[in-house]
């Protein structure tokens, strides 16, 4: 099974409107005749439709960093997915660490903005991954399995087979500290097994796993030749155009 691989980059909580259109031009430009992988921009809300605008003639799609579940309504700080929509995204990341450990997001939240999203014709990426704790505990299984159980829950399979998942261990996010590529290997397959387990082992077999967590151009080739590796999600390495266009063009 074919998968078409995507680099996303996710440039958190930085960039002013200017900062995030000149480095949206600079992606849409390197982007240029990619035909064999998918490239992704999340900026920040506020910079949204001004990259949407700058990216529109190029591949590039653009992301939201999280999405609502409701269509409008009484949802202070919140932005839905009609919303996003309106403002040029076709995705939306949900379930980042940062939302889960530091916003309090837990799987039964992330779960009613995965169908809110898809109701309402965004893709989600759904982002899993263990503390070190949890990895220290022996607990990575048990804690990926429930991640994305519950997140994926009632979500039916023509829904699903457009789903991204993006496993991020969190000691490997902003620390420099990657997974090792047998680390990813395995926990890509292990997500992969827990996927057939819910849908068919056809749509597991089609749906990209993307791995985050200090993706550099000097160790994305090395992840990305890994069979269950379909691509990275990229922070840090992400605001800079020189090292993001070095990250997708992977060989
Ligand atoms: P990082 O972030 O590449 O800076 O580790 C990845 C992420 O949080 O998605």
Not at 17 to 29: F, G, N, P
Not at 49 to 58: C, H, I
Not at 59 to 73: D, F, L, M
Not at 77 to 83: A, K, N, R, V
Request: with cysteine; charged share 25%.
């Amino acid at each position: 099974m074919k998968r078409t691989p995507l680099i996303a980059g996710n440039w958190k909580m930085h960039l002013t409107i200017q900062e995030a259109v000149a480095l949206a031009k600079e992606i849409a430009k390197s982007s240029q005749g990619l035909e064999d992988r998918k490239v992704m921009i999340a900026p920040a809300a506020t910079s949204l439709n001004a990259v949407a605008k700058a990216v529109r003639e190029s591949p590039v799609i653009v992301a939201g960093q999280n999405v609502a579940w409701k269509q409008q309504g009484a949802y202070t700080g919140e932005i839905s997915p009609l919303m996003l929509k309106d403002a040029g995204a076709d995705m939306a990341i949900i379930g980042h660490s940062e939302r889960r450990h530091i916003f309090g997001e837990d799987n039964a939240m992330i779960n009613q903005r995965m169908v809110g999203a898809l109701t309402y014709g965004i893709t989600p990426i759904l982002c899993v991954g263990e503390t070190l704790d949890e990895r220290d505990d022996g607990l990575t299984w048990e804690v990926l399995k429930a991640q994305i159980r519950e997140g994926m829950e009632t979500i039916a399979s023509e829904q699903a087979e457009k789903i991204v998942i993006a496993y991020e261990p969190v000691w490997a996010i902003g620390t420099g500290k990657t997974a090792s590529k047998e680390q990813a290997q395995e926990a890509h397959l292990f997500i992969r097994g827990v996927l057939e387990g819910i849908y068919e082992k056809k749509l597991a077999e089609q749906m990209r796993i993307l791995y985050g967590g200090s993706v550099k151009p000097d160790n994305v080739d090395d992840l990305m030749k890994m069979p269950d590796v379909d691509g990275a999600l990229v922070g840090g390495a992400a605001l800079q155009s020189d090292s993001f266009d070095r990250i997708i063009h992977f060989s």
